[in-house]
């Protein structure tokens, strides 16, 4: 779903939240979303969770996997992986099984990442 293969990520997102629109409030999805907008508030998805270039997020943030290409101002926590692309921005406390941050990418905060059981 991330990385290179984010054409593809268009064809399979539930829930568009379009450049230009502004909302307010708790975003709860279980599909996979894609915000290229500005949402302010909470989002959280049992899917995939991809911030466009144009998109930024104020808000506590709850994903299966997460691809930053905007930026997101506050906590967020996945399940699986967060990749902060080189045009992306986290600022804020973040907890993931797997963190990418490539180059030109920026993270913000403090960053946790579970140990396994058997450690």
């Known amino acids: 779903m991330l990385g290179k293969k984010n ?10 939240i379009g450049k230009g629109a502004k909302i307010t409030g708790k975003l709860v999805a279980e599909g996979a979303v894609r915000i ?11 899917g995939d969770l991809v911030v466009g270039e144009s998109g930024q997020v104020v808000a ?25 692309a080189p045009t992306g921005k986290v600022e804020g406390d973040v907890q993931t099984v797997r963190l990418i941050v490539e180059p030109g990418g920026l993270l913000q905060g403090h960053c946790q990442m579970p140990l396994a059981a058997d450690s």
């Open 7 to 16: 054409d593809a990520v268009a064809a399979t997102v539930d829930t568009v």
């Open 36 to 46: 290229d907008g500005n949402l302010e508030g909470e989002v959280s998805t049992e």
């Open 60 to 84: 506590t943030v709850r994903a299966r996997n997460l691809l930053v290409v905007g930026a997101i101002k506050g906590d967020v926590v996945t399940t699986g992986q967060l990749e902060i």
